[in-house]
Nanobody, 115 residues
Framework: QVQLVESGGGLVQAGESLRLSCAASGSSHSINTMGWYRQAPGKQRELVASITVGGSTNYADSVKGRFTISRDNAKNTVYLQMNSLKPEDTAVYYC?????????WGQGTQVTVSS
């Protein structure tokens, strides 16, 4: 059983930055893929970015060039650096881990960007 604990959300103005962190515990070996999803009110949850244990990354088109995902495999922690934030980035951000063919989710952290 993997537990994911997110931190770093908050309220910022458009153009500012935030850094999200997600620490995983409970795994006996490296987690293959970790990522961030988000869900805005009235919308479906969508992939923001993901990263494999080898460092391969994938980004949603809407965040390319503004967000950067990274991970520390030794700490089983994944980060999301969010720059040039826009009001449309406002959502609850969820950490996700793909471990032994099971998807695990964090509790979510709110990111609010004011215009």
């Amino acid at each position: 059983q993997v537990q994911l604990v997110e931190s770093g959300g908050g309220l910022v103005q458009a153009g500012e930055s935030l850094r999200l962190s997600c620490a995983a515990s409970g795994s006996s070996h490296s987690i293959n893929t970790m990522g961030w999803y988000r869900q805005a009110p009235g919308k479906q949850r969508e992939l923001v970015a993901s990263i494999t244990v080898g460092g391969s990354t994938n980004y949603a088109d809407s965040v390319k060039g503004r967000f950067t995902i990274s991970r520390d495999n030794a700490k089983n922690t994944v980060y999301l650096q969010m720059n040039s934030l826009k009001p449309e980035d406002t959502a609850v951000y969820y950490c996700n881990a793909d471990y032994e063919w099971v998807n695990y989710w964090g509790q979510g952290t709110q990111v609010t960007v004011s215009s």
